[in-house]
């Protein structure tokens, strides 16, 4: 989400005439866009602000942009007061702030303020901003804002406000704008993705979206995330499996095997219901790959129902498991009502836990892959090796002197490893 909203934002400067800087002391406009989902990634945003003051100092005309999770959706005078040489406080997917300010700052032909209004405004329409390098490959489009789930742990409806689905036809015309910029595969992004068109009943479903977003000429590839185990219906898995650009891949959070610790983070299923969709998911997508999140540490997590989640993971082998400490968010539920209570220590102890048996998972995964050949989608060169993946969203490296970017092309693995694959065209 915040690469789709830093990409909106530095196309709306360009339009302003601005180029990118690849040092920050030499730039006339920063912009930090923040995301507050762990303790750790808000001090980072605090760190980074306090890093910009000597900039700041230096050279008072530099403009400096808040923008993002950090500044939320409501009241920011906190913020205000703690960092008065910050210029633009912009809430998250809304780079406006900053356009107008850089308007009322300097004169600006009518043509370009308009277009410069409309490119920061998110109505379909995209230019993706100049890349040095080359133009990406890969393209994301946000069709669902915000969150009304309120799990007891996030701190994402606090910050980015109620759901709210954006009207298709502008998603539509967004990824037209990026097919014909280039970009061959789409993800579709949402807090609860699969929620699409639940607040506006005149929308279509995600499977309904993700029909239209097919029949889309020179989109080879469709992805979406993350989903949610209540609103993972028959009919999504149904598109999935029956639809040729829309990849065999689910991002499906468990957050905890334990049904005790589920129910107090308001997850709001049992792990067996948990266990049960990821067998139907397996048997109504051959091949799919499925990954999840997990939360370790949650207050009041013992031993044992550590030892459940543990579990869980160990029987159903997911390809891919995004781990994360505990960590209370301020005004989220359970920083208000739920003590803190799992030390570090053992929440790091459990982290290794899970790490270690993820590894030995995807090794044994990734090993079902030597001598087969997948089709590879290549988004970039990475010193002597093109990066790309397969369909169910596997890091594969080549060695070639070839351009491969954007091309879709058979590929032989020959090695496997943990974490990633390495191929020779077939």
Not at 102 to 120: D, G, K, N, P, V
Not at 180 to 204: C, F, H, M, N
Request: with cysteine; glycine share 6%; charged share 30%.
């Amino acid at each position: 989400m915040n690469v789709a909203d830093s990409e909106r934002v530095s196309s709306a400067l360009e339009h302003l005439g601005y180029e990118y800087s690849p040092v920050i002391e030499d730039a006339d406009v920063i912009v930090l866009n923040t995301c507050v989902v762990r303790q750790s990634a808000e001090d980072k945003a605090y760190g980074r602000l306090t890093s910009l003051l000597p900039v700041k100092r230096k050279r008072p005309e530099v403009v400096i942009n808040l923008m993002g999770c950090l500044v939320g959706m409501k009241d920011n005078a906190p913020l205000r007061k703690r960092f008065p040489y910050v210029d633009v406080f912009s809430p998250p997917s809304d780079p406006s702030p900053l356009v107008e300010y850089l308007l009322q700052r300097e004169a600006y032909s009518a043509e370009q303020a308009e277009t410069a209004r409309r490119y920061a405004v998110m109505d379909g329409d995209l230019l993706l901003p100049h890349n040095p390098g080359a133009q990406p490959v890969i393209g994301w489009i946000p069709v669902v804002y915000g969150c009304s789930h309120a799990c007891a742990y996030c701190i994402i409806p606090y910050r980015r406000g109620v759901e709210k689905s954006r009207p298709p036809e502008e998603i539509i015309k967004e990824a037209r704008s990026l097919a014909a910029q280039g970009v061959k595969e789409i993800t579709l992004l949402g807090q609860i993705v699969d929620r699409y068109g639940i607040d506006e009943p005149s929308y279509p479903r995600l499977e309904g979206l993700l029909r239209q977003l097919s029949e889309i000429e020179g989109i080879e590839r469709l992805r979406f995330l993350t989903s949610h185990p209540n609103w993972m219906t028959d009919e999504l898995l149904r598109a999935v499996a029956e639809l040729p650009k829309v990849m065999p891949h689910i991002e499906i959070p468990n957050q905890a095997g334990d049904d005790q610790v589920l129910k107090n983070m308001r997850r709001g299923y049992t792990a067996d219901q948990y266990r049960r969709l990821v067998w139907k998911i397996r048997e109504r997508i051959p091949g799919v790959s499925i990954a999840t999140d997990i939360i370790v540490g949650f207050p009041g997590e013992t031993e044992e129902q550590f030892q459940h989640t543990y579990d869980l993971l160990a029987e159903l082998k997911l390809d891919v498991a995004h781990l994360a400490r505990y960590s209370p968010r301020a005004g989220t539920l359970s920083e208000r009502t739920m003590p803190d209570d799992v030390p570090a220590s053992e929440k790091w102890r459990r982290f290794r836990a899970l790490e270690k048996l993820q590894e030995n998972i995807v090794r044994e995964i990734h090993a079902s892959y030597l001598d087969k050949t997948v089709p590879i989608l290549f988004e970039e060169k990475i010193k002597k090796r093109w990066k790309g993946r397969t369909p169910t969203n596997k890091i594969v490296f080549v060695e070639s002197d070839a351009d491969l970017r954007g091309q879709i092309l058979d590929v032989k693995i020959i090695r496997t490893g943990p974490w990633s694959m390495l191929g020779e065209l077939a």
